[in-house]
């Protein structure tokens, strides 16, 4: 297996790239409210759901905790080891994660929350790899498919 390149993202990089992200959704929403609640996907997904709620102006923010990687870092089939306490039924929900790279782990939060019946459901991500099943509706930046990002809350 080819080894993937790293690329280091800066915290105002970060910044920048998710207040990008939420003007395009925030310049997209037809309909009010714009959105009634953010679900953070944890953990690569609670700082920049933080930061899109703060352009939002969203005060409501839920998480979803799903394992996707083993102890040794190897992907595993995603599984969800945290829920919120809440319903989102006729809510306009926006999930909020820090890459679309193999969508798994989007996929798998969407159907559970197409299950309860919102009124609408996007999706945004900081970055978005077209390998990705899952397309999201808003993103930060395109990155290559053999690409390894490296948040800012990874750099040791």
Not at 98 to 105: E, K
Not at 120 to 127: E, Q, R, S, Y
Not at 145 to 152: A, N
């Amino acid at each position: 297996m080819a080894k993937k390149t790293v690329k280091k993202i800066s915290w105002e990089e970060l910044a920048k790239l998710c207040e990008q992200a939420a003007m395009n959704f925030y310049a997209s929403a037809k309909c009010v409210p714009v959105v009634n609640s953010i679900v953070a996907i944890g953990k690569g997904g609670l700082i920049p759901a933080r930061m899109v709620a703060e352009n939002l102006e969203i005060s409501k923010i839920y998480t979803y905790g799903v394992t996707c990687f083993n102890k040794n870092n190897e992907r595993i089939e995603p599984e969800i080891y945290q829920r919120p306490d809440t319903k989102f039924t006729g809510q306009r929900v926006l999930i909020v994660d820090d890459v679309a790279d193999s969508g798994l782990t989007l996929e798998l939060v969407k159907n559970e929350i197409l299950t309860q019946e919102p009124f609408k459901l996007d999706i945004l991500t900081v970055h978005y790899k077209k390998q990705s099943k899952i397309i999201p509706n808003f993103y930060g930046a395109i990155c290559p498919d053999k690409v390894w990002i490296q948040y800012p809350w990874e750099i040791k």
